[in-house]
């Protein structure tokens, strides 16, 4: 298996601009997590998603920011607009079902918002 | 507010030591808890889990050690390689709702580094 795929891996952008980040989670695995890297907050959750479906989008940290998973295989993450205080490295990570506790992580987006 | 603690962001460590990471957790309702090894430019990946069941998991070179008591955990690596040099994560899960519970709380990293 090709493990997760993220895409862009590096992404420069303008304030104010949309932006789109990607991932294809792992086939069969029920569940898809994004999470966001920064020094001052480590690895915070943002949203998940199980069989396609929201389940807490509480770590989405304002209306700017929208996440969707149209089917098993793909799911978007999408700032608009966007911000400098946004630049992070941006992760999607995927699990198998309620039993499997060990994530599977892309590699990462690395973002910056000038 | 961060449930998962790793209050030391870097420790520089000689070959062939032992290299200690600590992990402080608030959440008494967490129980399961796991440890992450992220390299420059990839994601992290899973590096040793320990059931709250248990008090100590050993894995090779590694080896979590888990103090409910004081809601500690703390990642052994004996000996320890330049290879080992990385961040590590420490990570929490716990299953009180059907929602939350599922998701894993991440500390914000310990940077190890292991020179020769």
């Known amino acids: 298996d090709a493990g997760v795929i993220q895409s862009p891996r590096h992404e420069v952008t303008e304030m104010g601009q949309e932006v789109t980040l990607r991932c294809k989670p792992i086939?069969?695995?029920?569940?898809l997590f994004w999470y966001r890297q920064t020094m001052m907050r480590g690895l915070e959750l943002l949203i998940y998603f199980n069989n396609n479906v929201p389940i807490d989008d509480s770590g989405m940290p304002e209306d700017r920011f929208s996440a969707k998973m149209p089917n098993a295989s793909f799911s978007t993450l999408k700032i608009q607009p966007s911000e400098p205080r946004d630049s992070a490295v941006y992760f999607c990570a995927s699990r198998r079902d309620r039993g499997g506790e060990k994530l599977f992580f892309g590699s990462g987006t690395q973002l910056s918002v000038l | 507010d961060q449930q998962v603690k790793q209050n030391s962001p870097s420790l520089s460590v000689q070959e062939g030591r032992i290299s200690i990471l600590n992990c402080d957790y608030t959440?008494?309702?967490?129980?399961?808890f796991l440890w992450y090894k992220k390299y420059p430019a990839e994601g992290p990946t899973f590096l040793i889990s320990i059931s709250s069941i248990k008090d100590k998991n050993e894995d090779g070179r590694f080896t979590v050690f888990l103090n409910k008591s004081a809601k500690h955990l703390s990642l052994h690596i004996v000996p320890s390689q330049p290879g080992d040099s990385a961040v590590y994560f420490c990570a929490a899960s716990g299953v009180w709702d059907s929602n939350s519970g599922y998701a894993l709380n991440f500390g914000k990293g310990t940077s190890l580094l292991v020179t020769p």
């Open positions: 959440n008494s309702m967490f129980d399961y």
């Open positions: 086939s069969g695995h029920d569940y």
